[in-house]
Each structure stands twice: as structure tokens, then as C-alpha cells.
């Protein structure tokens, strides 16, 4: 049997053609991860659920804080916490370390509305992937939390949405991770007028 080894140009027409590939599955699944926030039941828009879980998990919170962990602008951000302020999901009180700044905090009806939220997540997420086995989603899991750790300092962000594993904000056992759901804050936010 004879085997032929590949040229190097096809090895790197190959690996670009798969780097290729990447990208449009990353883009896939931010638009498919828009529309998962848009469609859930807490009638919140997707940006706002975003910067709430951020809240939540950082909180108490400065909104110039929240829009660069997000990666977003400044008005983006507060435009979103007053429309959460205003549905009762966060509250404002002055920062205690700078009596001349204010912190978001979540109210226990923010906690109600998120705990809501990741709860019709994992439905659709449990039916759409219900047939993978758990081999395939930890694979799946790991790839994707090693993309995201190495993106984060080629694409100039704080590194902060690589933190931890992809199951941990503060959310239960087996509950997704909103944090996934920052870029989508990044594209949507802007677009959403709360």
C-alpha cells in the first residue's frame, strides 16, 4: 500500500478551510443563541437578561464595569439596567467605596426572573441536545470552553468570560451558563432599544 503525504500547502489549505468552517458554526450559534434569549417566557429583552446575569454574578455592580466585562458601550449598558431597574430586577444605591458613583444590585424578583430564565434554557437546550450522549456533550463542553479561553485575549477582552467552568454562575446544578450569552449582548444589546 502506498501512502502520499500531503504538501505542505495542502495541510495549510486545509487547516484554513476548517478555521473556515469554525467561524461560521461560531456565527451559527450566536444568531441561534440571540433567538434563544429572545424567546424566553421572563419577557426581558436578551441584552438586559445579559448584563442581569452579570449583575447577579458580580453584583454589587458598577454599569461602567458591567459594560466592560460585556465588551459593550457604556449607554448600551445603562440604557439596560434602567430598563431593569424600572421592571424591578435591579436596584441603584451609591457604591460605598465612591460616595459619588451608583452600584446595580439584583432584587430578589431579578434572582425569580433569571432563576426563570435559565430554567427554559435548559428545556430547550435538553430537548434540542437530548439525544447526544454525556461523552459527546462534555466533549463539546471542553472545545468550546477552550475556544472561548483562548479568544478572549485575541480579541482584546478581559478575559473574565473564560473564568470558571461552563456551569457556574451561581446558577443550579445542570442549569446553562447566561454568561455564554455575552457576545449576543454584544450584537443585540445595541440593536435593542429597552
Known amino acids: 500500500m502506498t501512502t502520499t503525504a500531503l504538501s505542505a500547502d495542502q495541510v495549510g489549505s486545509d487547516r484554513l478551510t476548517t478555521i473556515s468552517m469554525i467561524s461560521e458554526v461560531i456565527r451559527d450559534v450566536a444568531v441561534l443563541k440571540r433567538d434563544l434569549l429572545r424567546d424566553l417566557s421572563c419577557d426581558v429583552p436578551a441584552g438586559a ?14 454599569v461602567g464595569e458591567v459594560a466592560d466585562r460585556l465588551g459593550i458601550d457604556l449607554s448600551v449598558a445603562s440604557r439596560h439596567a434602567t430598563t431593569l431597574e424600572g421592571r424591578g430586577l435591579v436596584q441603584r444605591r451609591l457604591c460605598e467605596l465612591d460616595r459619588r458613583a451608583h452600584e446595580v444590585l439584583v432584587t430578589e424578583h431579578g434572582r425569580d426572573v433569571l432563576s426563570t430564565a435559565r430554567a427554559d434554557i435548559a428545556r430547550r437546550l435538553e430537548a434540542t441536545l437530548g439525544a447526544w450522549s454525556a461523552p459527546d456533550l462534555r466533549s463539546l463542553a471542553q472545545a468550546l470552553s477552550r475556544l472561548r479561553a483562548d479568544l478572549s485575549p485575541a480579541l482584546g477582552t478581559s478575559g473574565e468570560l473564560s473564568r470558571g467552568s461552563a456551569a457556574s454562575l451561581d446558577a443550579p446544578a445542570g442549569s446553562p451558563d447566561l454568561r455564554l450569552a455575552a457576545d449576543s449582548a454584544d450584537s443585540s444589546a445595541e440593536s435593542e432599544t429597552p
Do not use: A, D
Not at 49 to 62: A, D, F, K
Open 49 to 62: 437578561i445579559t448584563v442581569l446575569s452579570i449583575v447577579q454574578r458580580e453584583g454589587p455592580v458598577r
